[in-house]
């Protein structure tokens, strides 16, 4: 179990404070260590809390960064499949520095794209920047065993892990809306 939380942003901002405090909301969830990244443009801030399981090194710390350093994802789950990608993915020219499912990840998506998803066998949620495509892409697994919450409004988006992470933006409305409900 990790913790991911971000925002994204239409206009360019300046990195919000909210998103160090919500990750800390999530402690519980991964108690290991704490990464937070914000875009050069100031629009996208990732943070993440980690749970080490798979790669204990500091090669495995998020939010990772691909290779290209053109993608930044954190991620929360496992990849059952991913020593299977990881060997197609290397055929097909990617080179790995860690034993990272997350590493993975990010060299399925720069090879397909969002038909990555079609690969990936396991349970998850995750958040990538692609800022080649300038495109935040939010996913979870098909059985939703990962949650992944969010918060879309006039020009921003928040998600994270729980729900708690996301009330910790004072902007967050505190209401319920009866018709989602």
């Given at each position: 179990m990790?913790?991911?939380?971000?925002s994204a942003?239409v206009y360019?901002s300046?990195?919000?404070?909210?998103?160090?405090?919500?990750?800390?909301?999530l402690?519980h969830?991964?108690?290991?260590?704490?990464g937070e990244w914000?875009?050069?443009?100031?629009?996208?801030?990732l943070?993440h809390r980690?749970l080490?399981i798979?790669d204990?090194?500091?090669?495995?710390?998020?939010p990772?960064?691909?290779?290209?350093?053109?993608?930044?994802?954190?991620f929360?789950?496992?990849?059952?499949?991913?020593?299977?990608l990881?060997?197609?993915l290397?055929?097909?020219?990617?080179?790995?520095y860690?034993?990272?499912d997350t590493e993975?990840?990010?060299?399925?998506?720069?090879?397909?794209?969002a038909d990555?998803?079609?690969k990936l066998?396991?349970?998850?949620a995750?958040?990538?920047?692609?800022?080649?495509?300038q495109?935040?892409f939010?996913?979870?697994?098909?059985?939703?065993?990962?949650p992944l919450?969010?918060?879309?409004?006039?020009g921003s988006?928040r998600?994270?892990?729980e729900?708690?992470?996301l009330?910790?933006d004072?902007s967050?409305?505190?209401?319920?809306?009866w018709?989602s409900?």
């Amino acid at each position: 179990m990790c913790g991911i939380v971000g925002s994204a942003e239409v206009y360019s901002s300046e990195p919000q404070p909210w998103l160090k405090v919500a990750s800390h909301a999530l402690y519980h969830r991964g108690p290991d260590e704490f990464g937070e990244w914000w875009s050069s443009c100031g629009r996208v801030g990732l943070a993440h809390r980690r749970l080490s399981i798979i790669d204990l090194s500091e090669l495995g710390k998020q939010p990772m960064h691909s290779q290209s350093r053109l993608s930044s994802i954190v991620f929360n789950g496992e990849i059952y499949n991913f020593m299977e990608l990881r060997n197609e993915l290397s055929d097909l020219g990617h080179r790995f520095y860690s034993r990272s499912d997350t590493e993975v990840l990010l060299a399925a998506y720069e090879q397909w794209g969002a038909d990555c998803l079609s690969k990936l066998n396991g349970m998850f949620a995750f958040a990538l920047f692609d800022s080649v495509r300038q495109r935040l892409f939010l996913a979870r697994d098909r059985a939703g065993e990962k949650p992944l919450y969010y918060k879309k409004s006039s020009g921003s988006l928040r998600f994270a892990s729980e729900l708690k992470a996301l009330l910790c933006d004072n902007s967050m409305p505190r209401e319920i809306d009866w018709e989602s409900l």
